[in-house]
């Protein structure tokens, strides 16, 4: 980091001899000052696609052990499968995040509409500051993309609920979602997984929410030849 800040410096220090750049943005630099995120490319609104990422919650709740008891996203009396983890602004390689330092706040009564599909207060305000922000919409707008995003994919019936650990393949994954969602092809999507369990699908959306190609996401899906999809909480 001081690497890059001192090489900053002296570049913006060749610039101001020149006269295109101010002095106190050298000095700025100097003192250690972040770069605004739009100045390092990463403006908000400018993107190519979204990556919806929807996340098989046991496994998420099976990795956090004992600590789980105390989420709601985790209630044996709420028992979630396939949840939103987020959408999130792409680059056809990459992807920005954190476009906006402090990010617009939102209300309280928006973060808890959207409780039904991302089941985390801590969830939803995480993924605004990360990831929305880098949309180009106010909270409103970009929440009410994320559950039009989520509504416009359709589940397989096979995995609304899952009350036994059951282990499946990703080919297998991959062909359920595309036979519940007619033109989802496979280089659209991907299957992910960490050492052994599936822990989410993530599925290219145009800025209009067509399904829509994406090698770069697609390149890196799971390479497990088999993996476990632990059950709902309260299912076994």
């Not at 994919?153 to 595309?178: C, W």
């Not at 699908?201 to 190609?213: E, G, K, P, W, Y």
Request: one cysteine or more; charged letters at 20%.
């Amino acid at each position: 980091m001081r690497r890059t800040l001192a090489a900053l410096a002296r570049v913006a220090s060749g610039l101001v001899a020149t006269g295109l750049v101010a002095g106190l943005f050298v000095a700025a630099l100097v003192a250690g000052a972040v770069v605004p995120a739009a100045a390092q490319g990463h403006e908000p609104g400018r993107f190519d696609f979204y990556v919806l990422s929807l996340s098989w919650s046991p496994t998420y709740c099976e990795d956090k052990g004992q600590k789980a008891d105390n989420e709601p996203q985790c209630s044996r009396t709420r028992p979630y499968a396939f949840v939103v983890h987020g959408l999130w602004p792409q680059y056809e390689r990459g992807f920005p995040q954190n476009c906006q330092r402090p990010a617009p706040y939102v209300p309280n009564p928006l973060v808890n509409s959207m409780l039904d599909v991302m089941p985390s207060r801590g969830l939803v305000i995480y993924e605004w500051k990360k990831h929305g922000t880098c949309s180009g919409l106010p909270p409103q707008a970009y929440f009410d993309i994320v559950r039009a995003a989520r509504d416009k994919v359709a589940i397989p019936a096979e995995f609304t609920r899952l009350d036994d650990y059951r282990m499946v393949s990703p080919s297998e994954v991959e062909g359920a979602f595309r036979a519940a969602n007619p033109g989802l092809s496979p280089d659209m999507f991907s299957v992910q997984c960490d050492r052994r369990r599936l822990t989410e699908v993530r599925i290219c959306l145009s800025q209009d929410l067509a399904f829509r190609t994406c090698p770069d996401v697609d390149r890196r899906a799971c390479r497990l030849s088999r993996m476990v999809m632990p059950p709902v909480r309260g299912g076994r």
